[in-house]
């Protein structure tokens, strides 16, 4: 990684909402190793599987205007999505509001169901509240019909 560019050696992805509407482009802290779910109310509703980027690893090409917000309980994670077609795009994270987790199923040439186990993580008892750390909820697997 360079110190003129802490990018330059990080994976980046570009994706959008199911519309296009918004488009961003995503500097993964870790690639795709940091693929996970989360079990809080909020997630759990969702279902979304996501990675890890820095705050400041992503950078909406298109579709700013487009983007609104949800936040609850504390306030501090702020969940983005696309106001015209709904697609939760990323969110800023409360176990580290310096990172972004990001959908991969909005990442081109991603799918959640690429990925034969996930990691769920155990945001009910969420390290914040408990004063912990993250703990695992379990392993979500996608078993391919033959």
């Not at 690639?31 to 759990?44: A, I, M």
Request: aromatic content about 8%; overall charge neutral.
């Amino acid at each position: 990684m360079s110190a003129d560019n802490p990018s330059a050696e990080r994976p980046q992805h570009e994706g959008q909402c199911h519309c296009g509407g918004v488009r961003f482009r995503a500097t993964l802290s870790d690639g795709l190793d940091t693929v996970r779910r989360c079990t809080c109310s909020y997630c759990r509703m969702r279902g979304a599987v996501v990675v890890s980027a820095e705050t400041n690893g992503v950078e909406i090409l298109r579709g700013a205007d487009l983007l609104t917000s949800y936040r609850f309980n504390t306030g501090v994670a702020q969940h983005f999505f696309c106001a015209c077609c709904g697609i939760y795009t990323h969110h800023q994270r409360r176990s580290n509001p310096n990172q972004y987790g990001v959908n991969v199923a909005c990442l081109d040439g991603v799918s959640p169901f690429d990925f034969a186990e996930i990691p769920v993580v155990d945001g009910v008892n969420h390290p914040s509240d408990t004063g912990g750390s993250s703990r695992l909820a379990g392993t979500l697997r996608f078993v391919p019909a033959r």
